[in-house]
């Protein structure tokens, strides 16, 4: 995967095109209804800001949600007091981390890794887990937003179902969702797992930012 050296961030504190993650993070961490996106080279860039954010993140599919209704006020709204979830992986398998945050403001709630030889569907098993979990013993029954399905089937199935081969350096993976498997199994839990849908909302507040 190219590496993205500029960004376009179509709403937030300050729009425009950044050459750097973190100048373009300056503009959009903890900022509602953030858009933005990643580009390797300042021509995709300057092409990109020049398309509206839906048409460049989701092409077709997004104009046709959009055509549906009236105006952006009148499209569907996540839930504000909820937690986000997601993860992040350079390779696959390669070095994974994942994260929870309040959905409202992006506060990070947790954080873990970075594992190696993981998968991103992996992270975003572990991910929902860990905030299904944190949201129980803190005695919270709110709304926990994932952008992945496949993690969402697996967590329903109780079971990861990753290809993943086991090696010495990914140990502590394999650990972690063996406890979580059995987390699934053991407990039960009132959050309602919501899908995050990128095509309407933009990236997903636990988004690490590396697209």
């Given at each position: 995967?190219?590496?993205?050296?500029?960004?376009?961030?179509?709403?937030?504190?300050?729009?425009?095109?950044?050459?750097?993650?973190?100048?373009c993070?300056?503009?959009?961490?903890?900022?509602?209804?953030?858009q933005?996106?990643g580009?390797?080279?300042?021509e995709?860039?300057?092409?990109?800001a020049?398309?509206?954010?839906?048409?460049?993140v989701?092409g077709?599919?997004s104009?046709?949600?959009?055509?549906l209704f009236?105006?952006?006020?009148?499209l569907?709204?996540?839930?504000?007091?909820?937690?986000?979830?997601?993860?992040?992986c350079?390779?696959?398998?390669?070095?994974?981390?994942?994260?929870?945050?309040?959905t409202?403001?992006?506060?990070?709630?947790?954080?873990?890794?970075p594992?190696e030889?993981?998968?991103?569907n992996?992270?975003e098993?572990l991910a929902?887990?860990h905030?299904?979990?944190?949201l129980?013993?803190k005695n919270?029954?709110l709304?926990?937003?994932?952008?992945?399905?496949?993690?969402?089937?697996?967590?329903?199935?109780?079971?990861?179902?990753s290809?993943?081969?086991?090696?010495p350096?990914?140990?502590a993976?394999f650990?972690?969702?063996?406890r979580?498997?059995?987390w699934?199994?053991?407990?039960?839990?009132?959050?309602?797992?919501?899908?995050?849908?990128?095509?309407l909302?933009g990236?997903?507040?636990?988004d690490?930012g590396?697209?």
């Amino acid at each position: 995967m190219a590496k993205n050296n500029f960004y376009v961030v179509w709403h937030g504190r300050t729009t425009g095109i950044f050459d750097s993650w973190e100048a373009c993070k300056a503009q959009v961490d903890g900022f509602e209804g953030a858009q933005y996106k990643g580009f390797p080279t300042e021509e995709a860039a300057k092409k990109a800001a020049s398309q509206n954010y839906w048409q460049v993140v989701n092409g077709n599919k997004s104009a046709q949600l959009h055509a549906l209704f009236d105006s952006d006020e009148d499209l569907p709204k996540p839930e504000p007091v909820s937690l986000s979830v997601d993860a992040a992986c350079s390779g696959n398998p390669g070095q994974m981390e994942y994260r929870g945050v309040w959905t409202d403001n992006g506060e990070e709630i947790f954080r873990m890794g970075p594992f190696e030889e993981a998968t991103n569907n992996v992270g975003e098993f572990l991910a929902i887990v860990h905030g299904l979990a944190w949201l129980k013993k803190k005695n919270l029954v709110l709304p926990l937003y994932s952008d992945s399905v496949t993690a969402q089937a697996w967590v329903r199935q109780k079971k990861c179902k990753s290809q993943l081969e086991q090696t010495p350096k990914n140990r502590a993976v394999f650990e972690l969702i063996e406890r979580a498997e059995k987390w699934l199994i053991e407990n039960s839990y009132e959050t309602e797992i919501l899908k995050w849908h990128t095509e309407l909302w933009g990236e997903i507040p636990a988004d690490f930012g590396r697209k």
